[in-house]
């Protein structure tokens, strides 16, 4: 089917499952090294991505995954406004490549088929981009359709979907959607439980789950307790980071920093005594 195409489409390769396909030329080898040449460029000569992507893009307008990097490249420039437009792109661009009989209730879209990527990543992109401007609701949309289309969430969007119900105090449904993971032993999700019960005072119940809490990070409760500085929190990133470490501590609470300030939550972590749950 690529060979034919002159524009990407999205089909139905068996039941309810569906993939992208894209014309062929992008494929071919010099084109595939010619976006990876540029991504390659990215965090470190990002001018240098954004000259090539958009070289890239000229030739091949419908090419998803150079806009999603060329979004990334403006970012790191602090291209804000470009960054964002460019997110809405690539977004846009694989919107458009659905057919009206797709149900986004019925049929996935699986991370496992590769061609499927560069769209579920310009929903990512794009809904970190409305996530910084404060436009959760818009967020919460995006990260939705990631998980209806991909239920197995290969990008960690439930983390995201999580913090935006927190930024946006929605803290009935953000209880909902911990509940619908209840297996979950992630330490944005094992916390956010305890966020939950000492909103709603359960403070008994919040104890005893700090017990459980701390075997999944240890170090979390004391750097909350002693409020490291905004410095050394964003001096952390998401790459590479052990599970359970102190990394991970630091870098859950530089995205989460906004829930230990408030009151509650902070008069709870302001007792904690290391002693009491070991």
Aim: hydrophobic share 35%.
């Amino acid at each position: 089917m690529k060979n034919s195409l002159k524009h990407p489409m999205v089909y139905e390769y068996d039941t309810n499952t569906w993939t992208f396909a894209f014309p062929s030329i992008i494929f071919e080898s010099n084109v595939f090294d010619e976006l990876w040449n540029a991504i390659d460029s990215l965090d470190y000569q990002d001018n240098l991505a954004e000259e090539k992507l958009r070289n890239i893009i000229k030739k091949y307008p419908y090419h998803i995954d150079a806009y999603n990097h060329l979004s990334l490249a403006c970012q790191n420039q602090n291209k804000n406004e470009e960054s964002f437009s460019y997110a809405q792109k690539a977004y846009s661009l694989g919107k458009e490549c659905f057919p009206k009989n797709f149900s986004l209730t019925k049929n996935n879209l699986n991370w496992s088929v590769t061609d499927n990527r560069p769209f579920l990543r310009a929903c990512k992109i794009l809904g970190l981009e409305y996530q910084e401007r404060g436009m959760y609701k818009q967020a919460q949309e995006l990260y939705k359709e990631i998980l209806l289309l991909n239920e197995n969430d290969h990008q960690d969007v439930r983390y995201l979907y999580l913090e935006c119900l927190f930024l946006s105090k929605e803290y009935n449904q953000a209880q909902t959607f911990i509940e619908k993971y209840y297996d979950e032993t992630s330490v944005e999700f094992v916390y956010g439980k305890i966020i939950i019960l000492i909103l709603n005072n359960h403070h008994k119940r919040a104890q005893e789950l700090l017990e459980q809490a701390t075997k999944v990070n240890q170090y979390l409760p004391e750097i909350i307790k002693n409020n490291p500085s905004k410095r050394i929190l964003s001096a952390f990133n998401n790459y590479s980071i052990r599970c359970g470490s102190v990394e991970e501590a630091l870098y859950y609470l530089s995205r989460n920093k906004f829930l230990y300030e408030i009151k509650k939550i902070k008069k709870f972590y302001k007792s904690y005594n290391k002693t009491e749950v070991n």
